[in-house]
C-alpha cells in the first residue's frame, strides 16, 4: 500500500471511528438517565423507600455512565486527530475543556448518587431524618443539570464550529447545535428533558457521519462542500 493510499485509507475511518464512539457515548448515556428517571422520583422530598426499592435498577444506570464517559473520550480524540494540521489552538482548548468537564461532572454526580443510595440502603433512617438524603438529591441534580449542562453547551458551541470549518458534516447539523447549546446554556432551572438534548445531538452527528458516502466524508473540505 502506497503512502497515498494509506493516507486515504487514515481519512475514511478516522470519522467512522468518531461516529462509532458518539452512537455508542448517546445509546449508554440515554439508557442511564432513562433508567434513572424511571427508579428516582422527580420530586426532590419524594419518599427514600421508592428509590431503595429501585437500587438494583439504579446500580445499572449508574455502572453504564463509565462507559459512557470512555465512549466519549473516545469521540473527542477521534475529532481531535480528524482536524490534524486544521485545529485551532483557541477552539480546541474550549472543545477538549468543555468535553473534560462535562465528563467529571457525569462521574461526579454518579459518585455522590452512588454514595448516597449506598447509605440509604443501609441506614435509610440517617439521611432522611437529619435531611442529608434531600441535601444529597439536591446536590447530585446541581452537577449535573446546572453546571454538567453548561459545559455540555459549550462543547456543543465548539463542535459545531469545528463542524462549520472541516465539513465533516452537513452545515445546518452545525447551526442546529449552536441553538440547541444556547437553550443549554440558558437553560434556567431544573427541566426533565434537558439532559437528554446533548446525547441526541451527539447521536445525530454520528448517525450522519457513519451513513454518508465515506468517500464524501474523508476528504471533504469546507471549501468543498
Do not use: C
Not at 114 to 134: F, K, M
Not at 193 to 216: D, M, Q
Amino acid at each position: 500500500m502506497g503512502q497515498d493510499d494509506s493516507l486515504m485509507y487514515k481519512g475514511l475511518k478516522t470519522p467512522r471511528a468518531a461516529a462509532i464512539a458518539g452512537i455508542l457515548f448517546s445509546l449508554l448515556l440515554i439508557t442511564s438517565e432513562l433508567l434513572v428517571w424511571a427508579s428516582i422520583p422527580a420530586n426532590l422530598e419524594g419518599s427514600a423507600s421508592e428509590v431503595i426499592s429501585h437500587s438494583k435498577t439504579i446500580a445499572l444506570a449508574f455502572n453504564l455512565l463509565p462507559f459512557a464517559g470512555i465512549a466519549f473520550l473516545w469521540f473527542i480524540a477521534v475529532v481531535r486527530n480528524r482536524l490534524g494540521a486544521l485545529e485551532d489552538r483557541f477552539f480546541a482548548t474550549v472543545f477538549l475543556g468543555s468535553g473534560l468537564l462535562y465528563v467529571a461532572m457525569i462521574f461526579t454526580s454518579a459518585a455522590l448518587a452512588g454514595g448516597l443510595i449506598r447509605v440509604l440502603s443501609n441506614t435509610p433512617e440517617i439521611l432522611v431524618h437529619t435531611g442529608s438524603y434531600a441535601l444529597g438529591r439536591a446536590q447530585i441534580y446541581q452537577t449535573m443539570n446546572v453546571y454538567g449542562i453548561k459545559m455540555a453547551g459549550v462543547f456543543m458551541f465548539s463542535t459545531s464550529t469545528i463542524l462549520l470549518r472541516t465539513g465533516i458534516v452537513a452545515r445546518w447539523i452545525a447551526f442546529l447545535g449552536y441553538a440547541l447549546g444556547a437553550v443549554l446554556l440558558l437553560s434556567i432551572g431544573i427541566i426533565v428533558w434537558i439532559p437528554l438534548v446533548f446525547p441526541v445531538w451527539v447521536f445525530l452527528i454520528s448517525a450522519v457521519i457513519l451513513l454518508e458516502n465515506p468517500s464524501g466524508v474523508a476528504g471533504a473540505t469546507p471549501q468543498d462542500r
